[in-house]
């Protein structure tokens, strides 16, 4: 069963293809900062910075083709799906960035895997080659920060961001009038 395109659902079609764009444009420049911090500032990620990256890679490419479906007014019900996948997906982000930010405030534990000191060098016999070359990111660490807040607490925000945008696309594809 297809969609039917009624005349009043251009202007939810088109919010729809601005709210996708936005989310992909904000997603992609986000992403693109995140490696430019890495392979340009050589400031490494811990593994809770690498997880929320999860979401960028997920929601570049749909949001592009949420835009594609609105700008050629495609299946509704595609639409919906793909902005309540994007809703929740950066949902959880901003949840997980704000988790992280605490981590790093020191308000609640981290994981032990990338907090604390414990860690290991395998080999007794190597352990001085070994811590060397070892290079330990942590989650509970600040590397960078700017106005008070760090990487983690800005994905917090910016994922917030992409989610009230992808809820306010949903929200107008939700009311259909004919």
């Given at each position: 069963?297809?969609?039917?395109?009624?005349?009043?659902?251009?202007?939810?079609?088109?919010?729809?293809?601005r709210m996708a764009l936005a989310i992909?444009?904000?997603?992609?420049?986000?992403?693109?900062?995140?490696?430019?911090?890495?392979?340009?500032?050589?400031?490494?990620?811990?593994?809770?910075?690498?997880?929320?990256?999860?979401?960028?890679?997920?929601?570049?490419?749909?949001?592009?083709?949420?835009?594609?479906?609105?700008?050629?007014?495609?299946?509704?019900?595609?639409?919906?799906?793909?902005?309540?996948?994007?809703?929740?997906?950066?949902?959880?982000?901003?949840?997980?960035?704000a988790y992280h930010a605490g981590v790093?405030?020191?308000?609640?534990?981290?994981?032990?895997?990338?907090?604390?000191?414990?860690?290991?060098?395998?080999?007794?016999?190597?352990?001085?080659?070994?811590?060397?070359?070892?290079?330990?990111?942590?989650?509970?660490?600040?590397?960078?920060?700017?106005?008070?807040?760090?990487?983690?607490?800005?994905?917090?925000?910016?994922?917030?961001?992409?989610?009230?945008?992808?809820?306010?696309?949903?929200?107008?594809?939700?009311?259909?009038?004919?």
């Open positions: 069963m297809t969609d039917v395109v009624f005349s009043s659902d251009r202007p939810a079609r088109s919010r729809a293809f992909c444009v904000i997603a992609f420049a986000t992403i693109a900062g995140a490696w430019f911090f890495q392979l340009v500032l050589g400031i490494q990620p811990c593994p809770m910075c690498l997880e929320q990256r999860y979401a960028y890679y997920i929601g570049i490419p749909l949001a592009a083709v949420l835009a594609l479906v609105a700008a050629r007014e495609g299946s509704r019900s595609l639409l919906v799906a793909g902005f309540a996948v994007l809703f929740c997906v950066t949902v959880f982000n901003s949840a997980f960035g790093e405030w020191g308000f609640w534990p981290g994981p032990t895997e990338c907090t604390g000191s414990a860690v290991d060098f395998g080999n007794p016999g190597n352990l001085l080659e070994n811590l060397k070359t070892a290079k330990v990111v942590r989650c509970d660490e600040v590397q960078w920060s700017f106005l008070g807040l760090s990487l983690a607490g800005y994905n917090a925000l910016i994922s917030a961001l992409m989610a009230a945008l992808a809820g306010w696309g949903l929200l107008g594809l939700g009311r259909r009038t004919t």
